[in-house]
């Protein structure tokens, strides 16, 4: 296996899926503290590209995200159409979904994960960048998102 598959061991993200991203970012703001950040939902479809399964999805999602020092918490409330945030919901329940890293060469990434048997299983754009989640799952026992920012 090729050494540092990513180019960057730094974990930037946490992800975690809810059904109530209002109840569940407000517990977190008490928690810790903090002001509660605002939601806002993913792009639109026709600005996300979202592909989820090899196929053009209509999926989006309510995101918030809280800065903990050198590690974002992301919570992700799912729409009701296919994802691997939605299947991650009906499959687990609320909790964890993915660790993030941030890198360079989406495409080659993804393809050099490929070939170490990690099936891409959805990716899209964002404002200023792009994501792919990565099943690292069988190996590392978890999904492992690619975030790619535009300079």
Do not use: C
Not at 47 to 56: F, I, L, N, V
Not at 113 to 129: A, P
């Amino acid at each position: 296996m090729e050494k540092n598959l990513l180019g960057n061991n730094t974990i930037t993200q946490i992800g975690l899926v809810v059904r109530d991203i209002e109840k569940t970012s407000q517990a977190y703001a008490d928690f810790f503290g903090i002001d509660k950040p605002a939601w806002f939902w993913t792009d639109a479809p026709e600005a996300a590209r979202t592909e989820y399964g090899g196929q053009p999805s209509q999926a989006r999602a309510k995101l918030a995200f809280f800065d903990m020092g050198s590690l974002q918490l992301e919570l992700i409330e799912p729409d009701e159409h296919p994802s691997t945030w939605r299947e991650s919901l009906e499959r687990d329940g609320e909790g964890f979904h993915h660790i993030a890293f941030v890198i360079e060469g989406m495409q080659q990434k993804i393809e050099l994960l490929g070939r170490q048997g990690h099936k891409l299983l959805q990716k899209g754009e964002y404002t200023g960048g792009r994501y792919a989640y990565m099943d690292t799952s069988s190996e590392l026992k978890l999904l492992v998102e690619l975030l790619e920012n535009d300079r």
